[in-house]
C-alpha cells in the first residue's frame, strides 16, 4: 500500500519511536529526527515527609526511577502514556489525569494525597508546585532530567517543502521548529500541535508564510492528535 505522506516525529526519544510506530500503523512514513534530547540528571533525592509522586512526562518517570529504588509511594501522573510508564516502572497504584498539567493538578486537589514530590525536568513547560500551593497543597520539585535542543539533519531540512506534516509534542519542541522555519518555510508543511499552547508558539507564522497550517489536538493526549492527520 502506498504511504499517505511523510509525517515528522520531532519529540525525544525513545517516545519519538512510539509515536512513529503509532504513525505508520495510520500509513503514513515516519521521519523520526528529534527536536529535543533527553539527559539525565543526578540530584539527591530526599523522600522525607514526601506522601505522593507527581509526573508530567514519562521521562520525569524514567529518570526517576533510576534514581530512586522506591516504589511504595502512591503515583498521579499528567496523562495516560506516563501512568503506563509509571505501571512499567513498578509503581503499582498511579492516577491519571488524562489531561494537561492544570488537570494535574485539579486531579491531586480532590485527591489531596499529602505533600508531594514533583519529579521533572529542569526548565519545565509549566510549575506544578506553583498550581498545587495555589490549590492548597505542599509540593516541591526535583529536576531529573534536561531537555536540550538539538537541530534537524540536513536531510530532514530538504525535505522539509515535502512533508506532510510534522507533530509536536511541547512548546520547547514548537520554539525550536519555529527557528528552523524563519531560515527554510516550508508553506505547505502542516504542524500538529498537542496542545493551544504549543500552537501558539506559531501565531503569525501562517501569514508570513513559514509554515502552511497550524491545528491543535481537541485534547492533549496523543490518540487525539494523531487524529489531526485525518483528511
Given at each position: 500500500m502506498a504511504s499517505r505522506g511523510t509525517v515528522w516525529i520531532t519529540r525525544a526519544q525513545p517516545g519519538a519511536s512510539a509515536?512513529?510506530?503509532?504513525?505508520?500503523t495510520l500509513g503514513f512514513t515516519a521521519l523520526i529526527d528529534p527536536l529535543l534530547e533527553i539527559a539525565a540528571l543526578l540530584p539527591d533525592i530526599d523522600l522525607a515527609g514526601v506522601e505522593a509522586l507527581a509526573f508530567t512526562s514519562a521521562n520525569g518517570v524514567e529518570a526517576f526511577a533510576a534514581l530512586c529504588p522506591a516504589r511504595h509511594l502512591p503515583?498521579?501522573?499528567v496523562g495516560d502514556s506516563t501512568a503506563?510508564?509509571?505501571r512499567?516502572?513498578?509503581f503499582a497504584d498511579s492516577h491519571s489525569a488524562d489531561g494537561d498539567v492544570e488537570a494535574l493538578a485539579d486531579l491531586l486537589a480532590r485527591a489531596r494525597p499529602g505533600d508531594l514530590l514533583c519529579p521533572g525536568a529542569a526548565e519545565p513547560a509549566a510549575d506544578l508546585p506553583a498550581l498545587l500551593a495555589a490549590r492548597g497543597l505542599s509540593a516541591r520539585s526535583v529536576a531529573v532530567y534536561a531537555a536540550r535542543e538539538r537541530a534537524p539533519s540536513p536531510e530532514t531540512l530538504a525535505l522539509l517543502p515535502d512533508l506532510t506534516a510534522v507533530?509536536?509534542?511541547?512548546p520547547r519542541a514548537a520554539r525550536a521548529l519555529a527557528e528552523v522555519l524563519e531560515t527554510s518555510p516550508a508553506t505547505r508543511l502542516r504542524a500538529l500541535c498537542l496542545s493551544p499552547a504549543v500552537a501558539a508558539v506559531f501565531d503569525g507564522g501562517v501569514a508570513l508564510g513559514r509554515v502552511g497550517a497550524v491545528a491543535f489536538a481537541s485534547r492533549p493526549r496523543e490518540t487525539d492528535l494523531l487524529d489531526l492527520l485525518a483528511p
Amino acid at each position: 500500500m502506498a504511504s499517505r505522506g511523510t509525517v515528522w516525529i520531532t519529540r525525544a526519544q525513545p517516545g519519538a519511536s512510539a509515536t512513529a510506530r503509532r504513525v505508520e500503523t495510520l500509513g503514513f512514513t515516519a521521519l523520526i529526527d528529534p527536536l529535543l534530547e533527553i539527559a539525565a540528571l543526578l540530584p539527591d533525592i530526599d523522600l522525607a515527609g514526601v506522601e505522593a509522586l507527581a509526573f508530567t512526562s514519562a521521562n520525569g518517570v524514567e529518570a526517576f526511577a533510576a534514581l530512586c529504588p522506591a516504589r511504595h509511594l502512591p503515583v498521579f501522573t499528567v496523562g495516560d502514556s506516563t501512568a503506563r510508564a509509571a505501571r512499567a516502572a513498578g509503581f503499582a497504584d498511579s492516577h491519571s489525569a488524562d489531561g494537561d498539567v492544570e488537570a494535574l493538578a485539579d486531579l491531586l486537589a480532590r485527591a489531596r494525597p499529602g505533600d508531594l514530590l514533583c519529579p521533572g525536568a529542569a526548565e519545565p513547560a509549566a510549575d506544578l508546585p506553583a498550581l498545587l500551593a495555589a490549590r492548597g497543597l505542599s509540593a516541591r520539585s526535583v529536576a531529573v532530567y534536561a531537555a536540550r535542543e538539538r537541530a534537524p539533519s540536513p536531510e530532514t531540512l530538504a525535505l522539509l517543502p515535502d512533508l506532510t506534516a510534522v507533530l509536536l509534542h511541547s512548546p520547547r519542541a514548537a520554539r525550536a521548529l519555529a527557528e528552523v522555519l524563519e531560515t527554510s518555510p516550508a508553506t505547505r508543511l502542516r504542524a500538529l500541535c498537542l496542545s493551544p499552547a504549543v500552537a501558539a508558539v506559531f501565531d503569525g507564522g501562517v501569514a508570513l508564510g513559514r509554515v502552511g497550517a497550524v491545528a491543535f489536538a481537541s485534547r492533549p493526549r496523543e490518540t487525539d492528535l494523531l487524529d489531526l492527520l485525518a483528511p
